[in-house]
């Protein structure tokens, strides 16, 4: 099976612990938007499959149901909705690692500018376009809880479902697929029983960069939690792997 960066499972822990906060909402909202806008101002997630993608995330941080729908309006043609776009930025981190960082912003030097900062700092630097994304491929990723359960039973189950590959972190199985398929592996999973805890599209690095320089630890984990409280970033992906 193909690496999965432990930042990923820090990521999901800090955000739903900023989604209790409240601070998650606005970037929630703002990809809830860009969603409606990218998808020919269609605001029904049935009809919208990145808008379904981001719904679902939302309503999995508790995103309050007013919230989403204001969102959805303003993608549908609401103030501020026609200056967003959506941008992948690539980088570089210290001991060689990857990192891509997604957002949405009104701004694209600003947002630039930000990013580049704090790359600098940290001793990374900005790439050029597919310089960083060819270590990384966009999959559906689906995180079940399986405490208590026999993981060899669901692992063949879910094999059976269409899943291309899974990782174990504790009491919980990341299961990855084609990004086409994840609400379809998501239903089948929970109409058989098993508790989905997430559901989205990512992008999983293809390998893994393990660093164990304490020093360059500090700086590249400082580095990805002030690019995540950028307020135009919605996700930041690395191959960066701490041992």
Known sequence: MSG????????RAKEAKDAKKGAIFT????AIAIAVKEGGGIGDPEKNFKLRLAVEKARQLNMPKDNIGRAIEKGMGGAGAGDLI?????????AGCGVLVEAVTDNKARTSQQIRSVLEKI???????????????????IVVNIEGQNQD??????????????EVDGNRLMVFCDRSNIFEMK???EKSGLKVELAEAIMKPLMLVEVGDEVKKTHIENGLNQLEELDDVAHVYTNYQPV
Do not use: C, N, R
């Open 187 to 189: 239903d089948q999973m």
């Open 123 to 141: 001793g990374g630097s900005m790439g050029g376009a597919g310089s960083v994304s060819h270590l990384f491929s966009s999959v559906g990723e």
């Open 153 to 166: 039973d669901i692992e063949l189950s879910i094999i059976d479902m269409g899943a291309t590959d899974f």
């Open 27 to 30: 970037k929630l909202a703002m």
């Open 4 to 11: 999965h960066s432990k930042w990923a499972t820090i990521h």
């Open 86 to 94: 959506e941008i992948m930025y690539e980088g570089f981190l210290p």
